[in-house]
């Protein structure tokens, strides 16, 4: 198989089959490259690197955002 050129092409591979940590682990190291890379004039077009920003708060969201208290769960802590 041909190796990825470009970055979203990249991502997708590096995340490829990983636990939703991990993943979100690859996509901040590879926005950081990104971001210094752009820092000296070279590197993916920002589009890239927003497109990957929404993924990563996409996985977040999708598994390991924080669980929302409903006002029907506060009665039940308030009356206990």
Do not use: N
Request: charge should be negative; hydrophobic fraction near 40%.
């Amino acid at each position: 198989m041909a190796e990825p050129i470009f970055f979203s092409e990249k991502l997708a591979r590096a995340i490829e089959g990983k636990q939703p940590g991990e993943q979100l682990d690859i996509i901040a190291g590879m926005i950081a490259e990104a971001e210094a890379q752009k820092a000296v004039g070279y590197g993916p077009p920002r589009s890239d690197i927003y497109a990957a920003r929404r993924k990563w708060l996409a996985i977040y969201d999708a598994h390991l955002a924080p669980v929302t208290i409903t006002s029907k769960d506060k009665e039940s802590c308030v009356s206990s």
